[in-house]
């Protein structure tokens, strides 16, 4: 069961994302891990795909899950470290260099919350999470004022989450899903988000393949003045549909390691690349 709870990670989600199986009380999960993703094409806002300068965001994590009592977890995602940047804009008939490449450092906007186990019922859990999204980051940076690691903007997620174990040809597994409703500030659009997760440990637990399939989808409530940043991932109504595979490996019962990959299959104003993922997380018994 501690392997399960460990797996329960998103590697899109900018928001804290636990899973429905609580940390017992003294208990934790910490994970240190590197996301990052660069890109030369976007999705626009009518869903098809146009290319862009280079563009890449770089991010340092930190999250954790600590058992305040048998039924409460605390929750906390810091991106202690984020780097954006974009490369030269160069004419393609001249080669003269249009716009000037630029790059911004700072912290992200973090996460803080708190999961509460409603029930347990045979293999399966249920609980539901409050997460609050902290604007820690930098909302407009650069010359052109179109470098973010944050989006500005305080926000609240109700999140209800629910799973089970199973056995598959001797080993141990899990299924997962989560639904969420993200409430958003200074004029950006609320999201619906979605979530399924599978996942199987093999070889005794020590190796751990998943798949996590999420969705994206914006209220359209927003501002509709709100100026559109194709080039980020904090732009307002972000949409998609992507599928991320992971494969986490133990050293040992309490250090392992994980790397994993994102593909967006659809969306309306993000980038249009892989995101990639790797870290090392540790369970305190």
Known sequence: MRIIISLIIILFALNAEGGPWPQNK?????????????ADQHYTDTGEIDPNVTTGYFSSNLYAE????SNLTGIVYFPFFVRTYF???VSGTTGEVLIP???INAIGDADIGLSYGLFRRGS???SIAAVFGIPLGQESGGSLNNLQTGDGEFNQMIRLDAGSSFTFSGNNGWISASLGYNNRSKG???EVISSLQVGVQLFDGKITPSLRVESRQSRFNGDPNLALNFTSIFSNNTEYVAFTPELAVNINNKLGVAASIGFTTSGNIILARPGYSLGIY????
């Open 124 to 126: 399966m859990s249920v």
């Open 101 to 103: 490449g630029e790059a």
């Open 66 to 69: 600590f058992g305040l009592t």
């Open 282 to 285: 540790y369970l305190m018994k």
């Open 188 to 190: 950006f659009s609320d």
């Open 26 to 38: 003294g208990e934790g999960y910490f994970k240190l891990s590197e996301f990052w993703i660069v």
């Open 87 to 89: 490369n030269n804009t």
